[in-house]
């Protein structure tokens, strides 16, 4: 392998400032399926997953569809809060036990974990101050401001009428709603935060962004297959400080 | 003035090392009192606030307040989810109006705007890995681990039996469950998240917090004036990392 490199990384330049190329393993956890795809690889694998899926049964799984695969390290996009690389809150739809559990041990990889819509919004950036709104079952939400990415807890703040942001912008607010009206929810909540957050656009992602005709003032619609490339650049930045504390 | 430096503070070292002594006016913003103390005053002047105080109303009443003190900065801990130093979500219990409001127009100085949960667990921490948990009305919370400051919006997320942590821990959650099991409930939700954060200890700030009898098990309790200490420490940490993005 040596005798294959470029003389100019040899170099002194070379060794402190070569890139490393990690093989990753991006997982998506969601709460209908587990969705992984491989560095390298355009195919999405679809593992199912509900209430009764643990962590060691995501794992056990997903070392079960990738054992033939090569890779050194595994991102993981979390449907719950995470600080500091450890999920601190249980996930409202799959089994509990995820608080606490030795991820790298149960990969034999470093392992990293940020929330999902972090994740996604990670994957949907194109630079500036940037807001990201997973509109899905529930309602994720993270921002990026000037490369600093910071996962938020918009869903279950109050929004109007003593609903929250989620109760209207959720699953449960487009079925309640509507379509009509829950689109004209997206396009309001999206001009206020917009201006509150004092950012330059919304990225609106997650499952149920489809429905909307076409993005609202201020905002882009986001690509599902963006926590992918979130969760591969994860490792590529992760000396740099868009990592989240 | 400059006459009476130490001859070491004029030299280049000074220069550059020098620490800028602002003198701060800190606002705590409740929704049923507006505190307000000067930096190196003991006093605590109390400005009632209630449901139809606007944030042109709260400045309105502490310019009038202190009208006659002398300060180049003001500290506002602000009852909600704030970004960047500005408010991006309006208060509970408040008049609507305090996002977008332009505060240092309105002080004629600089402001910095921190979650109150956050300005109190500030003035609590000790060095370490610190979550603050702040018992009122509501939830407040707040990490600090390793001298980096992180607002938390904790309160929401789900704790048990399809509730959430401030369902519980918050004032509802002391009426509906009585004190003696409400010591319980904060004594368990204290010992999952010091596991699930990872942190080295809780501070239990907060109104009710002198409900306990003593502070559960990898707990302390701390003290509302903290909030001052923290509202005035922010302007020596205003240049480093402390300052939550």
């Given at each position: 392998m040596k005798a294959k490199r470029k003389p100019m990384e040899r170099g002194a330049a070379g060794r402190q400032a070569k890139p490393v190329e990690r093989r990753v393993l991006v997982v998506d956890v969601g709460g209908t399926n587990v969705k992984v795809r491989l560095s390298g690889s355009e195919a999405v694998h679809k593992i199912p997953s509900g209430r009764k899926m643990t962590a060691e049964g995501m794992v056990s799984a997903v070392l079960g569809l990738s054992r033939k695969w090569k890779y050194d390290a595994v991102s993981i996009g979390y449907p719950g809060m995470v600080y500091r690389n450890r999920p601190v809150v249980e996930p409202m739809n799959l089994a509990p036990g995820?608080?606490?559990?030795?991820f790298p041990r149960a990969f034999q990889r470093p392992v990293m974990i940020l929330n999902d819509a972090a994740m996604q919004a990670l994957g949907s950036y194109r630079g500036g101050k940037m807001l990201f709104l997973g509109l899905g079952t529930g309602l994720g939400s993270a921002a990026i401001w000037d490369g600093v990415l910071e996962p938020m807890?918009?869903?279950?703040l109050h929004y109007r009428k003593g609903r929250t942001f989620e109760d209207y912008l959720g699953l449960r607010g487009l079925e309640r709603l509507g379509k009509r009206k829950w689109r004209e929810a997206v396009a309001d909540v999206v001009a206020r935060l917009k201006k509150a957050f004092g950012v330059d656009e919304v990225v609106l992602g997650g499952g149920?962004?489809?429905?909307?005709?076409e993005p609202p003032p201020g905002a882009r619609l986001g690509d599902n297959a963006n926590a992918f490339a979130g969760g591969f650049s994860l490792w590529k930045t992760a000396q740099s400080n868009i990592f989240p504390r």
């Open positions: 995820w608080v606490g559990f030795d807890e918009l869903a279950h149920q962004a489809k429905l909307l005709k």
